[in-house]
C-alpha cells in the first residue's frame, strides 16, 4: 500500500528555516509527481509546490516560490521542502501528495492527488 511519512517539521522562530522530508514506500516513487500542501486551522488545504516525476520540473505558489525549495531524491524514494525566511503565516501543517506522473486534473487541487501523508506542524513564532 501507499505510504507518505513527512518528518522535519516543528518550531521556528521567523526568519529561520526547516526542511521537511517525506519518505515514500508501496509505490514506484519515479512514476509520481509529488506535491506540498498545507493547512491552518479554519483554512482550505492550500498548494505550495510540487514536483515532476524526474525532478526536471516544479511548480510554485507565487507566494512562496522565492522562499521554498522543492527536490526529490528518486534512490531514496524521498521528497524534500526547504523552508527559508519563514514568516508567521507559514504556520500549518504540511502534508505530502503524490500523484501519477499522468493524472489528469489541476495539480493545484487537493482533490485531484490520491495520496497523502498524514502530516507534520510547521509553527513559526516571532
Known amino acids: 500500500q501507499v505510504q507518505l511519512v513527512e518528518s522535519g517539521g516543528g518550531l521556528v522562530q521567523a526568519g529561520g528555516s526547516l526542511r521537511l522530508a517525506c519518505a515514500a514506500s508501496g509505490f514506484t516513487f519515479s512514476g509520481y509527481n509529488m506535491g506540498w500542501f498545507r493547512q491552518a486551522p479554519g483554512k482550505e488545504r492550500e498548494f505550495v509546490v510540487a514536483?515532476?516525476?524526474?525532478?526536471?520540473?516544479?511548480y510554485y505558489s507565487l507566494s512562496e516560490k522565492d522562499r521554498f525549495t522543492i527536490s526529490r531524491d528518486n534512490a531514496a524514494n524521498t521528497v524534500y521542502l526547504q523552508m527559508n525566511s519563514l514568516k508567521l503565516d507559514d504556520t500549518a501543517v504540511y502534508y505530502c501528495s503524490a500523484r501519477r506522473w499522468d493524472a489528469s486534473g489541476n495539480s493545484h487541487y487537493a482533490h485531484n492527488w490520491p495520496y497523502w501523508g498524514q502530516g507534520t506542524q510547521v509553527t513559526v513564532s516571532s
Open positions: 514536483i515532476d516525476w524526474s525532478g526536471k520540473s516544479s
